[in-house]
């Protein structure tokens, strides 16, 4: 029986390329009991549901990556104690915090990435086979790093991942970079991928952009949503964008969207522990079906969902590329 993802149409009157579920958040920040809030989380098919890995910050903002399940994407069961860790392809490395994990599966196993805090932030790397035992692997690079996103498939024989080269604080810059690896431990070939944009050409991504969800690919190549930062005189504000990617070298750019295809401007995207954010990290689709779900954080408090056309994004990403 084929698995229906999240889905609901677009609103009467709308015309917009994406929109919102009209039931969001789907995830409130006291979904278990010990989280101060929840969000930039990922999840996957599995088995005959979905799986998740999940951001949840505790009341003493630590930060931590907890197990979920759901038979339809949409409630969701999460684990009230975090992640433990075993070793993987390497011994048990230290971690100060985790957070806005990714989750892919990739030839036999499900990995994960997620920020590590490593004296600083650097991407943490850990796979599973059931959710249930995690194995920890070499953190990709040297800190500092975030918005690991791995691709779903190797390129070239190559494990691919992106992510944006950073600072250790609330980085004022950043632009979206590749990498490539042999064994899921050893990585280079660092290639240049998107850079943040001039402020008179698209100013809603001038101060920083990331890698958002794990790329979907299509016939007109990788789709992949991702963040972009402006820098306000009222502080950071995230939204949301797509990028096509050349299929068989992801470096090159072929369109990027030069307005937002999502920007804050509901109240659970204002309002929050960081107001005025919207930072997806993972999608949901159904290719014959021409449907994607966008699961992202909102001001860094709850989990939402939009939804849109795989044709119509792509057609509207052409159309308005930078």
Known sequence: MKKEIPWQERPKGSTDVMWRYSENPIIKRDAI???NSIFNSAVIPYKDGYAGVFRCDNKAIQMNIFAGFSDDGINWSINHDPIIMQEGNTEMIASDYKYDPRVTFIEDR????????YHGPTIGIAYTYDFKEFFQCENAFLPFNRNGVLFPEKINGKYAMLSRPSD???TPFGDIF???SPDMKYWGEHRSVMK?????????????????SVPVLTEEGWLMFYHGVIHTCNGFRYALGAAILDK???????YRTK???????????????VP????????????????IAVYYGAADTVVALAFGRISEIIAFTKENTL
């Open 248 to 254: 068989k070298s992801p470096d090159i750019v072929k």
């Open 110 to 117: 499900y990995w994960i990435t997620w920020c590590n805090g």
């Open 196 to 212: 943040a944009t001039p402020f008179e050409d698209s100013a809603w991504q001038c101060t920083k952009i990331g890698a958002g």
């Open 33 to 35: 009991p010990s989280s």
């Open 259 to 273: 307005p937002y295809l999502l920007t804050p401007s509901v109240v659970y995207e204002l309002v929050g522990d």
């Open 276 to 291: 005025n954010v919207i930072f997806p990290c993972a999608t949901l689709q159904d290719i014959k079906e021409d449907k």
């Open 168 to 170: 250790n604080g609330h």
């Open 178 to 180: 590749i990498s490539y």
